[in-house]
Every structure is written in C-alpha cells, then in structure tokens.
C-alpha cells in the first residue's frame, strides 16, 4: 500500500508491478536476471479521489498514455527489490506532483513613484552617452 497523503491511499492490488529484462550493458547476467520493474498504474479505475484522478489526467507527461494508464520502467539498480523501490517512488512522486495547485499570479502595476524614477534614469543615461560624441569645433 502507498500512502499519498494522510487520507490517500493506494492499495497494492490497483499497481501492476512485473519483472523485466534490463536493457543496456551488464554481461552475460543481463540474458539471465530480469530484475527491471515494469509498473502499471490505471487511473480512470484506482480508488483515488477525483481530484486526483483528474489532475492526473491532464498533467502532459508522457508515462501516461492515452487510455489513463502509468507506466513507469525502472532499471537503475542491479537488484529487483530497488528497482520496484524506484518504480513505486516514482508513482508516489508523480501523483504528488499532480496535486500541487499553483497559485494565482495577479498582475500589478509599477508605482507612479518607481516610473519617474526609470524615466529619469533613462534621460541620464542618454544624456551621459550623448557626451561621448564628437566634439564639433566652430
């Protein structure tokens, strides 16, 4: 069971969890072992709360494919027992995320004050770049 939050959590039945062959390097034990984690997560039919079944949804990640289903790949580490670790923290992380509401930006105004203060620095600016011209002899 993965806890989300103190009253979310995700039974171990909803989480398809198998074991896979690694890719990449690893000598001969690469053949053998399958110690990568392919994990699956359906979330139009989990328990979670519709909240959270709904930010899921609209989050653009691409372990999400379009019928609602997570699938996460981990492979980092030699062991199976890591790897399931990684794979599980990974969905933990990516459900956590998915609840983050951002807050609303309000547009603000610059003070009257903070303008003329740019103005006139501006003019200054101009005036001392205005000097460094050629001096006209009459």
């Not at 993965?2 to 690694?22: F, G, H, Y």
């Not at 072992?33 to 989050?59: G, M, N, W």
């Not at 030699?78 to 790897?83: A, G, L, S, V």
């Not at 005036?127 to 050629?134: A, C, D, E, F, V």
Request: zero cysteines; proline letters at 2%; hydrophobic letters at 35%.
């Amino acid at each position: 069971m993965i806890k989300i939050s103190q009253n979310v959590t995700i039974p171990d039945e909803e989480i398809d969890l198998s074991a896979i062959r690694a890719q990449g390097a690893g000598g001969q034990n690469v053949n053998k072992v399958s110690s990568a984690i392919h994990l699956r997560f359906d979330i139009k039919a989990s328990t979670l709360p519709e909240f959270y079944k709904e930010r899921l949804l609209k989050l653009k990640d691409s372990r999400i494919n379009k019928e609602g289903v997570v699938i996460i790949k981990a492979q980092e580490f030699r062991t199976q027992e890591k790897n399931r670790e990684a794979a599980l923290a990974r969905l933990k992380n990516l459900i956590e995320a998915a609840t983050i509401v951002q807050k609303v930006r309000k547009a603000t105004k610059p003070t009257r004050s903070s303008q003329k203060r740019r103005m006139d620095n501006k003019s200054k600016r101009g005036l001392t770049k205005s000097l460094r011209g050629k001096v006209n002899d009459r």
